[in-house]
């Protein structure tokens, strides 16, 4: 079969085809959005669990999302702080730097070393303009793009987006529809028209705020696109951006993440009211997409530019396969099967130090 019947076949390959799709530089989030050291964000791309951290450095981290010990996942909420990440079941913990620092009943094992047991570090890059990326490839990532740092800093000039926009609010939502619906983009496109016209009614910018906005030419509305699955738009008639991301989540399901922020020091903000108006409208998109998607046929998404994109990186990862010689996979690797590991595992198992969660019950005051 080739790349492109493959990618359009239904059925789970499609869900491992779009990961490799997604060994490009992705967007997640925005500085912002890690308030303090310990602030962290839980991602599921196309079935590998992330989390992204804000370290005592305040540099953003990214951590592939499953204990080193049992492989059970650490942080079990969407979005927490805390600068010492337990895992519910056995009481591993870990820092902001992925450090393994506490590990009950192995600290007497022989040959037990924490510093190899510490969490998976994944690619992750902050722009100048305070967007995080991550590059799921487990060797060396591709170079972060040079024509995608132009175009962040292209907007940033449209929109303000920067390093102190302040995130206003943002959530997850789940559509019952196939990812690469999301290839299509009319429905963005209805739903921004709308909301723009919303938001406008609901910030009644003030005359000196709209004098100042036309003098600094900031009228404009602006949209850039990150590939895959990425929008970010920034309002005309206010110093506010939106991102919207899609994730492929299985065959059938797709996560829409969106983030508001506000780049403006002149406007007043009712943040409850505009948490309530994108968060309505977004979830009529994900109506709307869900219910389009019985009608979508091969041709619409065979045709999309974002397909076109997708279908040219398939094809450069598998010359890159072919020069390496084998497989490139995403950062998603198995605990490490020592002899020691494997003589603590039993000894852990001897003295039962399975936790409070193990068995789906309480959670012991460790459930990130
Ligand atoms: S699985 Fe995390 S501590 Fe055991």
Same mark, same amino acid.
């Given at each position: ?7 359009? !076949? ?197 005359? /000196? ?63 409850? /009211? ?79 130090? !399975?936790?409070?969660? /193990?068995?789906? /019950? ?7």
């Amino acid at each position: 079969m080739d790349i492109l019947h493959s990618y359009l !076949s239904p059925g789970s390959v499609l869900v491992a085809i779009a990961t490799l799709a997604f060994l490009t530089w992705l967007y997640l989030a925005h500085i912002n959005q890690f308030a303090k050291p310990g602030a962290y964000q839980s991602f599921d791309i196309a079935g590998f669990p992330i989390f992204l951290i804000r370290g005592k450095d305040d540099k953003i981290r990214a951590f592939h999302n499953v204990c080193r010990h049992r492989a059970y996942t650490i942080t079990r909420k969407e979005t927490g702080a805390s600068t010492v990440l337990g895992c519910r079941y056995h009481g591993w913990s870990y820092d902001t730097l992925g450090r393994l620092v506490k590990a009950p009943q192995f600290d007497d094992v022989p040959g037990f070393d924490k510093s190899e047991n510490s969490l998976f570090e994944i690619h992750a890059h902050t722009t100048e303009q305070g967007l995080v990326f991550v590059n799921l490839d487990s060797g060396e990532p591709a170079l972060f793009e040079d024509s995608v740092r132009a175009s962040l800093e292209d907007f940033k000039r449209d929109s303000g987006l920067g390093t102190k926009s302040e995130w206003v609010t943002g959530q997850t939502l789940t559509g019952s529809f196939n990812w690469k619906l999301g290839a299509t983009d009319r429905h963005f496109k209805n739903a921004l028209v709308q909301l723009e016209q919303r938001v406008s009614e609901t910030l009644r910018p003030s005359f /000196a705020t709209q004098l100042m906005r036309t003098l600094t030419l900031k009228n404009k509305k602006s949209t850039l696109s990150l590939f895959p699955g990425t929008l970010i738009y920034s309002f005309e008639k206010a110093d506010l951006e939106l991102a919207l991301t899609l994730f492929p989540a299985s065959d059938t399901t797709t996560q829409i993440r969106y983030d508001l922020f506000d780049s403006g020091s002149t406007q007043e903000t009712d943040e409850g /009211a505009l948490a309530s108006i994108i968060g309505e409208a977004l979830r009529l998109l994900v109506k709307n997409m869900e219910s389009d998607s019985e009608y979508v046929t091969q041709n619409v998404v065979e045709s999309s530019a974002t397909t076109h994109k997708i279908l040219k990186r398939l094809r450069e990862h598998q010359k890159m396969e072919k020069m390496r010689g084998g497989q490139i996979l995403p950062a998603m690797r198995q605990p490490k099967g020592s002899l020691f590991f494997q003589q603590a595992e039993q000894l852990c198992k001897e003295l039962d130090c !399975s936790g409070p969660g /193990a068995n789906g /019950a309480g959670s012991g005051g460790l459930d990130w």
